[in-house]
């Protein structure tokens, strides 16, 4: 039996039996697996098509979450559910048809940018952000009504509080952290976290080396502290977890993620030269197995159990319930 | 109220409100949409993305049929119900993963060819036949695995054989007539109607006026004598319609079909150089309004009430409700 109902907000690993059974054994009920970094809408099929494959294959492990609910069966099941996000809006490319068409195949969230200027809004390492575009805005409208939730992680700053200011229903950062607790180009200023609570939305705490103070040395202590932190800014129901584990994956797939098919000279994101590589993971939160360490971390920071719950999965779930289906 | 439950095995019009209202006045209560001819797995995301507007702008008029039973519905609401197929294998590329993501999107049908040989099998006007190649095997499968129907209309005959062989769910002809009516490289012979039949398939009678003998001069009794003939060859449940309209669709369309982009000999198809535009129109089935003739047709031609129903739309109904589920 699973004590709690917990979610992770967001995952891209080398996704392998080994990895589904870590989830499984670490009491995760519902994983939001990204599917696009760079990916065009047809590349984005192939790796839909991966997943059918793996759901196919251990369908004693995982299960595709259709409808948000499903995350309410994969815990009942003993099942870890997957549901799929875009970190780009790469696959949509320049037809706004696409939105509805990538819903329809279980995607429920998209990032407007990753890193970099997008055909929808300005990502967090560019020098400039011009907010949302005319496209964006359009893209916003029809997220909103088929259901697809925003999430701003890798935008620049304009351009998240303008989605926010834009969006009818709620906006999130699925994986960062306050950049009061670790100054980060990726982590969030406490306006923005302010906006994202403001309009219903979550912040999932990542637990990505480089968006923590002191890196791979961060403490369990320190992180829960962070939580508590946020949860006065923010309010408690406004916050989860969403980890950016990138488990088992090769420096060619970082490499990717940082490079797409948009440089010619190397880009280190995060990284450096000197530091090219994927970070070492923190001691208390090597792999799914771990998620329980991270709520016995807010157990003895002071946080009561009905708040472990939500903070571990259930603010995740009433979210996902309440923002994917589509508006009347 | 709508007497009989109809429904049309086949049209591929220029879609407007007008021809939507033709639909419902004819009494229709499905209608098998083709979304592509040579489109690639691009191309028909938008094609689908296309319809998708459709169903937001006249919801009143038409319906998505996700799943068969939906047709049950759209015939109480008076609506129509659109359901999807691709008149080739040009959207699944070469990869067989894009079968069950189509299938996901609400595609319930796919020719294995139009006319010329494909990655998977051979159309009825290649010189040669192979029949199923390796590819193609695995894509008979994959669609019984996942409930999307084969349909052979534009195949030819040995690779049709070899498709109800392979196949361990029903093979339909969604859209032709018997060779043994009106001679034509895209009517079908006694053979491969048989096997259709043993299949627990359909053919759906064609009103394209290339199909039938005396052509666009022929009668609604001449029509009919057909299907009650079919009906001594194949059973009485095995038949239905599917009547290829194609309204108000410009020449250059008729010429995307027949050559796509393969060809930069300009190919005439079912038609030739002298007369390579579309056929002028049956006066008793001018369009979607004109339905209600047929049956009256198939009354006159001594047909009982019961198996009217099913030929006009129960036959097909029913074959949709078992053959588009997944396997178990």
Chains 1, 2 share one sequence.
């Not at 599917?35 to 790796?47: D, F, G, K, V």
């Not at 916003?140 to 998240?160: C, K, P």
């Not at 906006?171 to 306050?178: D, L, R």
């Not at 940082?258 to 993971?281: F, H, I, L, M, V």
Request: proline share 3%.
């Amino acid at each position: 039996m699973h004590d709690l109902l917990m979610i992770d907000g967001l995952q891209y690993s080398n996704w392998s039996q080994e990895i589904f059974q870590q989830m499984q054994a670490g009491g995760l009920s519902a994983v939001h697996a990204t599917i696009a970094y760079h990916e065009n809408a047809r590349e984005t099929l192939s790796r839909l098509g991966e997943w059918n494959r793996r759901f196919e294959t251990w369908p004693e492990l995982i299960r595709p979450v259709r409808t948000a609910s499903d995350i309410r069966l994969a815990h009942e099941e003993g099942r870890v559910g997957i549901f799929f996000g875009f970190q780009n809006c790469s696959p949509i490319e320049d037809d706004i048809a696409l939105v509805e068409v990538f819903r329809q195949l279980g995607v429920f969230v998209m990032q407007l940018t990753y890193n970099n200027q997008s055909l929808l809004a300005s990502g967090c390492y560019e020098r400039e952000d011009n907010g949302i575009s005319r496209f964006g805005r359009q893209v916003i409208a029809e997220m909103n009504r088929v259901g697809m939730l925003i999430d701003m992680s890798h935008s620049a700053e304009r351009s998240t509080l303008e989605a926010i200011e834009l969006s009818s229903r709620p906006v999130i950062i699925s994986h960062a952290n306050p950049a009061s607790f670790h100054a980060a180009k990726r982590n969030k200023s406490d306006a923005v976290l302010r906006g994202i609570a403001e309009s219903g939305g979550l912040l999932g705490f990542s637990t990505y080396p480089f968006h923590l103070k002191g890196a791979s040395d961060c403490s369990l202590e320190s992180f829960c502290d962070m939580v508590a932190r946020t949860a006065d800014l923010m309010g408690v129901q406004h916050i989860g977890i969403g980890t950016d584990l990138c488990q088992a994956q090769p420096l060619s797939v970082l490499e990717w993620m940082r490079n797409g098919r948009w440089s010619k000279d190397k880009d280190y994101g995060e990284g450096s030269r000197d530091n090219a590589n994927w970070p070492a993971p923190l001691q208390w939160f090597r792999d799914s197995r771990d998620f329980r360490n991270i709520a016995q971390g807010l157990r003895a920071r002071g946080f009561a159990e009905h708040d472990v719950g939500n903070i571990m999965g259930l603010n995740w779930l009433r979210l996902l319930e309440t923002a994917t289906t589509a508006q009347a």
